[in-house]
């Protein structure tokens, strides 16, 4: 069973940039489409962005278009989300998630992911 460990998450004041990387272990992520879905305090997890298994496609939330960028690197069983302008509402704990296909839709939910990371905090206070 693989396992997905993220990292980087912290303190940031609004307008400032966070990457947190999500490492995928004891597999290869490379037939694997990724995602990041934040959950904000109080709040369910919200879906912002997947890239899939060639890192040739990529799909976004409109809360974050234009402010994240989701990356990957194979070689390195890797995936990252730049986060541009960060805004208090941003703050969230930050999950990475795998799913055993390819491809993103345009939009995910959290039932299209079978495998989950332990999430990192990112908090953007000002």
């Known amino acids: 069973q693989y396992q997905l460990v993220e990292s980087g998450g912290g303190l940031v004041q609004p307008g400032g940039p966070l990457r947190p990387p999500c490492v995928l272990s004891?597999?290869?992520?490379?037939?694997?489409?990724m995602a990041w879905f934040p959950q904000p305090p109080g709040k369910e997890r919200e879906w912002v962005s997947c890239?899939?298994?060639?890192?040739?496609?990529?799909n976004y939330g409109d809360s974050v278009k234009g402010r994240f960028t989701i990356s990957r690197d194979n070689a390195k069983n890797t995936v990252y989300l730049q986060m541009n302008s960060l805004k208090p509402e941003d703050t969230a704990i930050y999950y990475c998630?795998?799913?055993?296909?390819?491809?993103?839709?345009?939009?995910?939910?959290?039932?299209?992911?079978?495998?989950w990371g332990q999430g990192t905090q990112v908090t953007v206070f000002s």
């Open positions: 998630a795998a799913r055993g296909w390819e491809y993103c839709n345009d939009y995910m939910l959290p039932r299209d992911f079978g495998s």
């Open positions: 004891r597999s290869t992520m490379d037939y694997y489409a």
């Open positions: 890239i899939d298994s060639s890192g040739g496609t990529t």
